[in-house]
């Protein structure tokens, strides 16, 4: 079964330090692979996806993440973390039809917060 | 600027008292999503449509209904609201770029 997992649940960093993620697929073919950020009580915003290609993905506010087939991992990394990033980062897995990749599988999400 | 505008923002209804949600766009996208997201739970896919057509997923509940009237709009239906069904509700669209654009969101309330 397709599934996405985020081992950590909640990960408390300090401003400036670097950052890193982590995330897990389980997926039958290759995987079409995506981070969101989403911000109390709002929509989802995609930082990111790797379809193919380079398997190091340059995404806004500085995030990058690294596909590793290898480990079925999607680790998404920032080297220097800003109060803002304070949030709720998803990794989400979609499964392809037709063409358009939409239907998404999410992991349990992972709660960042930013020391001062 | 919006381009997946969901109204109403917050929404109260009472227990088994159908409500609707609504989901319009303005990037002429062919396909929209129904997201479920409970407190402190991933999103979970309910349905879609590409263009007309309406897909369900296999363990969306029957109590769950949408339509689509036409490209820009969407609406999610409730036909009994329990106290489960309690979450925010999450529209998205996509186009042929493949990049999934959400709204806001409806966070839905039942008394």
């Known amino acids: 079964a397709q599934s996405v997992t985020q081992p950590d649940i909640h990960i408390t960093v300090s401003e400036g330090a670097s950052l890193e993620l982590r995330c897990n697929y389980s997926?039958?073919?290759?995987?079409?692979l995506f981070w969101y950020v989403q911000s109390p009580g709002q929509g989802l915003q995609l930082l990111l996806k790797?379809?193919?290609?380079?398997?190091l993905v340059q995404g806004i506010k500085g995030f990058e993440a690294e596909f590793k087939r290898s480990q079925s991992s999607f680790n998404l990394r920032k080297p220097s973390v800003h109060w803002s990033d304070a949030a709720e980062y998803f990794c989400a897995v979609g499964r392809a039809w037709s063409g358009n990749t939409g239907k998404l599988i999410f992991g349990q999400g992972t709660t960042l917060q930013v020391k001062p | 600027d919006a381009m997946v505008i969901q109204n109403p923002r917050y929404q109260v209804t009472q227990f088994g008292k159908p409500v609707t949600l609504s989901c319009s766009q303005t990037?002429?996208?062919?396909?929209m999503y129904w997201y479920q997201q409970k407190s402190s739970q991933a999103p979970k896919l309910l349905f879609h449509y590409y263009d007309k057509d309406f897909n369900n997923e296999a363990d969306t509940p029957d109590n769950f209904q949408s339509r689509r009237p036409n490209t820009s709009f969407c609406f999610l239906d409730i036909r009994s609201p329990g106290l489960g069904d309690a979450a925010m509700y999450l529209c998205?669209?996509?186009?042929?770029?493949?990049?999934?654009?959400f709204g806001s969101g409806t966070q839905l309330s039942v008394l």
């Open positions: 990037l002429n996208h062919n396909v």
């Open positions: 998205a669209t996509s186009g042929t770029d493949e990049k999934l654009f």
């Open positions: 997926y039958g073919a290759t995987p079409y």
């Open positions: 790797y379809f193919s290609g380079d398997t």
